[in-house]
């Protein structure tokens, strides 16, 4: 991954409907080189998803979850299927799994969170109602 690469998913990352005629114009290049960026950047798994923020009502929380045994993966996995749930992460420390989940309400995000600690296998949760969210360009050193 170059430069233009890095700079391309800043901009993807800031706003992913940014038309490629219109960061092919910001960084001086055709938009072809674009699409072929994107498309290779897609290809390597460097972009795995385009997705979208909801807005200012929706409701999302940060869950910490412990899983009895050794079943993190699988737990992880039947985590990820549930509606609602944007993100799962494996961990290594005091918590075995923690996920991403938005919801349209507290009720639908408190459904959510029972949903995920009747899974069998989890031995405790914790969860943080997310109250403000800052987005910040995250763009890696490699």
């Known amino acids: 991954m170059d430069e233009l690469d890095k700079k ?68 992880a996995k039947e985590i990820k299927e549930l509606y609602g749930v944007r993100q799962v992460y494996e961990l290594a420390g005091e918590y075995d799994v923690f996920c991403i989940i938005t919801a349209y309400s507290i009720a639908e995000l408190n459904r959510i969170v029972d949903k995920i600690r009747e899974l069998r296998g989890i031995s405790s949760t914790k969860t943080f109602t997310i109250l403000n969210y800052c987005l910040q360009t995250l763009l890696m050193e490699l």
Do not use: H, Y
């Open 8 to 75: 391309i998913l800043g901009f993807l990352q800031e706003d992913s409907r940014l038309p490629f005629v219109e960061i092919a114009k910001r960084l001086g290049v055709s938009e072809g080189t674009i699409r072929k960026r994107v498309s290779d950047m897609l290809e390597r798994k460097d972009i795995t998803k385009f997705t979208l923020l909801l807005g200012n009502n929706a409701v999302s929380a940060v869950m910490a979850v412990n899983v009895s045994g050794k079943k993190t993966s699988l737990i």
